[in-house]
Protein backbone atom coordinates (compact mmCIF):
# COMPACT_ATOMS: atom_id res chain seq x y z
CA UNK A 1 0.00 0.00 0.00
CA UNK A 2 1.17 3.81 -1.08
CA UNK A 3 1.99 5.97 1.34
CA UNK A 4 0.47 9.26 0.01
CA UNK A 5 0.62 12.28 2.26
CA UNK A 6 -1.37 15.84 1.40
CA UNK A 7 -1.14 19.13 2.75
CA UNK A 8 -2.73 21.46 4.13
CA UNK A 9 -5.40 19.14 5.34
CA UNK A 10 -7.85 22.19 5.31
CA UNK A 11 -7.49 25.19 4.17
CA UNK A 12 -9.68 28.31 4.40
CA UNK A 13 -8.53 31.25 1.90
CA UNK A 14 -10.36 34.15 0.26
CA UNK A 15 -11.50 34.66 -3.50
CA UNK A 16 -8.61 35.77 -5.73
CA UNK A 17 -5.60 34.15 -3.52
CA UNK A 18 -2.64 31.76 -5.62
CA UNK A 19 -2.94 28.21 -4.19
CA UNK A 20 -1.32 25.19 -4.10
CA UNK A 21 -1.68 21.97 -2.58
CA UNK A 22 0.50 19.51 -2.35
CA UNK A 23 1.00 15.88 -2.59
CA UNK A 24 3.50 13.35 -2.21
CA UNK A 25 4.35 9.99 -2.41
CA UNK A 26 6.78 7.20 -0.99
CA UNK A 27 6.32 4.26 -3.23
CA UNK A 28 7.85 5.73 -5.93
CA UNK A 29 4.67 4.95 -7.99
CA UNK A 30 4.98 6.21 -11.48
CA UNK A 31 1.07 7.21 -12.50
CA UNK A 32 -0.93 9.90 -10.07
CA UNK A 33 -4.02 11.63 -9.84
CA UNK A 34 -5.96 14.44 -8.45
CA UNK A 35 -9.76 13.73 -8.10
CA UNK A 36 -12.40 16.28 -6.65
CA UNK A 37 -15.04 15.29 -4.53
CA UNK A 38 -18.12 17.40 -3.47
CA UNK A 39 -20.63 15.65 -0.13
CA UNK A 40 -23.01 13.17 -1.95
CA UNK A 41 -21.46 13.03 -4.80
CA UNK A 42 -18.85 10.69 -6.50
CA UNK A 43 -15.15 11.33 -7.21
CA UNK A 44 -14.20 12.99 -10.61
CA UNK A 45 -10.82 12.91 -11.90
CA UNK A 46 -9.58 16.52 -12.46
CA UNK A 47 -5.34 15.36 -13.41
CA UNK A 48 -3.37 12.81 -14.03
CA UNK A 49 0.27 11.90 -14.77
CA UNK A 50 2.14 8.86 -15.75
CA UNK A 51 5.52 9.63 -15.37
CA UNK A 52 7.93 12.47 -14.41
CA UNK A 53 6.94 15.46 -17.10
CA UNK A 54 3.86 13.82 -17.99
CA UNK A 55 0.62 16.09 -17.27
CA UNK A 56 -2.74 15.05 -18.52
CA UNK A 57 -6.57 17.01 -17.81
CA UNK A 58 -9.06 14.47 -16.53
CA UNK A 59 -12.66 13.80 -17.07
CA UNK A 60 -13.84 16.99 -14.99
CA UNK A 61 -13.08 20.60 -16.70
CA UNK A 62 -11.02 22.37 -13.88
CA UNK A 63 -9.12 25.77 -13.88
CA UNK A 64 -6.29 24.54 -11.81
CA UNK A 65 -2.91 23.17 -13.14
CA UNK A 66 -0.56 20.26 -11.95
CA UNK A 67 3.12 19.30 -12.43
CA UNK A 68 5.53 16.21 -12.13
CA UNK A 69 8.62 17.47 -11.96
CA UNK A 70 9.79 14.55 -9.36
CA UNK A 71 8.12 11.18 -9.22
CA UNK A 72 7.23 11.63 -5.83
CA UNK A 73 5.67 15.21 -5.66
CA UNK A 74 2.50 16.02 -7.91
CA UNK A 75 1.34 19.49 -6.63
CA UNK A 76 -2.02 20.94 -7.86
CA UNK A 77 -1.95 24.94 -7.99
CA UNK A 78 -5.40 27.05 -8.47
CA UNK A 79 -3.95 30.78 -9.95
CA UNK A 80 -6.77 32.81 -8.42
CA UNK A 81 -9.06 30.92 -6.05
CA UNK A 82 -13.01 31.68 -6.61
CA UNK A 83 -15.98 30.16 -4.33
CA UNK A 84 -16.59 27.34 -6.72
CA UNK A 85 -13.63 25.78 -6.07
CA UNK A 86 -14.81 24.87 -2.92
CA UNK A 87 -14.29 21.33 -2.49
CA UNK A 88 -12.50 18.41 -1.01
CA UNK A 89 -9.26 17.32 -3.48
CA UNK A 90 -8.13 13.80 -2.97
CA UNK A 91 -4.52 12.70 -4.49
CA UNK A 92 -4.12 9.23 -5.23
CA UNK A 93 -0.94 7.16 -6.95
CA UNK A 94 -1.12 3.56 -8.42
CA UNK A 95 1.75 0.79 -8.81
CA UNK A 96 2.49 -0.19 -12.38
CA UNK A 97 0.51 -2.89 -14.13
CA UNK A 98 -2.58 -2.90 -16.32
CA UNK A 99 -5.33 -2.59 -13.85
CA UNK A 100 -5.49 -0.24 -11.25
CA UNK A 101 -5.23 -0.11 -8.00
CA UNK A 102 -5.60 3.69 -6.22
CA UNK A 103 -4.18 4.26 -3.26
CA UNK A 104 -5.42 7.61 -1.69
CA UNK A 105 -4.08 10.56 0.57
CA UNK A 106 -6.35 12.01 3.35
CA UNK A 107 -7.28 14.43 1.00
CA UNK A 108 -7.45 19.02 1.46
CA UNK A 109 -10.56 20.19 2.23
CA UNK A 110 -10.55 23.53 0.36
CA UNK A 111 -13.14 26.39 1.38
CA UNK A 112 -13.24 29.97 -0.36
CA UNK A 113 -14.63 32.64 0.69
CA UNK B 1 -24.51 10.06 -18.09
CA UNK B 2 -23.19 7.94 -14.76
CA UNK B 3 -21.32 4.74 -15.93
CA UNK B 4 -21.03 3.62 -12.37
CA UNK B 5 -24.39 3.79 -10.17
CA UNK B 6 -24.90 3.10 -6.54
CA UNK B 7 -28.66 3.75 -6.38
CA UNK B 8 -28.72 3.48 -2.80
CA UNK B 9 -27.33 6.70 -0.98
CA UNK B 10 -27.65 5.63 2.47
CA UNK B 11 -28.05 1.44 4.40
CA UNK B 12 -28.56 1.02 8.29
CA UNK B 13 -28.23 -2.71 9.92
CA UNK B 14 -27.39 -4.31 13.09
CA UNK B 15 -24.15 -5.30 14.33
CA UNK B 16 -23.57 -8.60 13.67
CA UNK B 17 -25.68 -8.84 11.12
CA UNK B 18 -24.85 -9.12 7.05
CA UNK B 19 -24.51 -5.00 4.81
CA UNK B 20 -25.08 -6.02 0.88
CA UNK B 21 -23.99 -2.77 -0.84
CA UNK B 22 -24.70 -2.88 -4.09
CA UNK B 23 -23.82 -1.50 -7.32
CA UNK B 24 -24.42 -0.90 -11.42
CA UNK B 25 -22.97 -0.43 -14.52
CA UNK B 26 -23.09 0.43 -17.78
CA UNK B 27 -19.85 -0.01 -19.75
CA UNK B 28 -19.72 -3.32 -20.62
CA UNK B 29 -16.40 -2.72 -21.60
CA UNK B 30 -15.57 -2.31 -17.75
CA UNK B 31 -12.70 -5.01 -16.69
CA UNK B 32 -11.92 -4.43 -13.13
CA UNK B 33 -13.94 -3.55 -10.12
CA UNK B 34 -13.17 -2.28 -7.11
CA UNK B 35 -14.21 -1.09 -3.45
CA UNK B 36 -13.74 1.91 -1.16
CA UNK B 37 -14.47 2.68 1.94
CA UNK B 38 -14.16 6.62 3.25
CA UNK B 39 -14.42 8.34 6.42
CA UNK B 40 -15.61 12.12 6.51
CA UNK B 41 -12.54 14.51 6.09
CA UNK B 42 -10.51 11.22 5.04
CA UNK B 43 -9.12 9.76 1.57
CA UNK B 44 -11.01 6.59 0.15
CA UNK B 45 -9.25 3.12 1.49
CA UNK B 46 -9.27 0.62 -0.75
CA UNK B 47 -10.84 -2.58 0.33
CA UNK B 48 -11.40 -5.28 -2.51
CA UNK B 49 -11.52 -5.55 -6.05
CA UNK B 50 -12.49 -7.89 -8.62
CA UNK B 51 -11.13 -8.61 -12.08
CA UNK B 52 -13.93 -9.54 -14.90
CA UNK B 53 -12.49 -13.28 -15.15
CA UNK B 54 -14.07 -13.99 -11.58
CA UNK B 55 -17.14 -13.55 -10.31
CA UNK B 56 -15.91 -13.69 -6.47
CA UNK B 57 -13.15 -12.21 -4.11
CA UNK B 58 -12.81 -12.84 -0.55
CA UNK B 59 -10.81 -10.97 1.79
CA UNK B 60 -12.00 -11.78 5.55
CA UNK B 61 -15.48 -10.41 6.26
CA UNK B 62 -15.41 -8.58 3.05
CA UNK B 63 -16.99 -10.23 -0.12
CA UNK B 64 -17.24 -8.99 -3.85
CA UNK B 65 -19.90 -10.43 -6.33
CA UNK B 66 -19.93 -9.79 -10.01
CA UNK B 67 -22.47 -11.29 -12.45
CA UNK B 68 -21.27 -9.75 -15.70
CA UNK B 69 -24.36 -10.14 -17.58
CA UNK B 70 -26.54 -8.30 -15.72
CA UNK B 71 -23.81 -5.62 -14.91
CA UNK B 72 -23.99 -5.76 -11.14
CA UNK B 73 -21.34 -5.94 -8.27
CA UNK B 74 -22.22 -6.04 -5.00
CA UNK B 75 -19.73 -5.57 -1.35
CA UNK B 76 -21.18 -8.20 1.37
CA UNK B 77 -19.69 -7.63 4.98
CA UNK B 78 -20.10 -10.29 7.38
CA UNK B 79 -20.40 -9.71 10.53
CA UNK B 80 -20.81 -5.91 10.34
CA UNK B 81 -19.05 -3.85 13.05
CA UNK B 82 -19.86 -0.44 13.74
CA UNK B 83 -16.63 0.39 12.57
CA UNK B 84 -17.64 -0.56 9.29
CA UNK B 85 -20.05 2.62 8.97
CA UNK B 86 -19.01 4.99 6.28
CA UNK B 87 -19.42 5.49 2.95
CA UNK B 88 -18.47 2.96 0.62
CA UNK B 89 -17.78 3.63 -3.10
CA UNK B 90 -18.08 1.29 -5.90
CA UNK B 91 -15.12 1.92 -8.53
CA UNK B 92 -14.44 0.36 -12.20
CA UNK B 93 -12.10 0.98 -14.72
CA UNK B 94 -11.52 -0.48 -18.53
CA UNK B 95 -13.24 0.59 -21.51
CA UNK B 96 -12.58 3.88 -23.42
CA UNK B 97 -10.94 5.07 -19.84
CA UNK B 98 -8.21 2.48 -20.61
CA UNK B 99 -7.10 0.44 -17.43
CA UNK B 100 -5.87 3.27 -15.45
CA UNK B 101 -8.86 5.49 -14.69
CA UNK B 102 -11.30 4.73 -12.24
CA UNK B 103 -14.94 5.49 -12.39
CA UNK B 104 -16.80 5.84 -9.42
CA UNK B 105 -20.32 6.24 -8.09
CA UNK B 106 -21.71 8.37 -5.85
CA UNK B 107 -21.22 6.42 -2.76
CA UNK B 108 -23.31 4.93 -0.20
CA UNK B 109 -23.37 5.56 3.32
CA UNK B 110 -23.64 2.76 5.58
CA UNK B 111 -24.57 3.03 9.69
CA UNK B 112 -23.84 -0.28 11.88
CA UNK B 113 -26.14 0.26 14.95
CA UNK B 114 -24.63 -1.51 18.06
Known amino acids: EADIYQTPRYLVIGTGKKITLECSQT?????MYWYQQDPGMELHLIHY???????EKGDLSSESTVSRIRTEHFPLTLESARPSHTSQYLC????????????FGPGTRLTVL | DQQVKQNSPSLSVQEGRISILNCDYT??????FLWYKKYPAEGPTFLIS?????DKNEDGRFTVFLNKSAKHLSLHIVPSQPGDSAVYFC?????????????FGKGTKLTVNP
Open chain 1, 92 to 103: ASSPPGPADTQY
Open chain 2, 91 to 103: AASGGQGGSEKLV
Open chain 2, 27 to 32: NSMFDY
Open chain 1, 27 to 31: MGHDK
Open chain 1, 49 to 55: SYGVNST
Open chain 2, 50 to 54: ISSIK
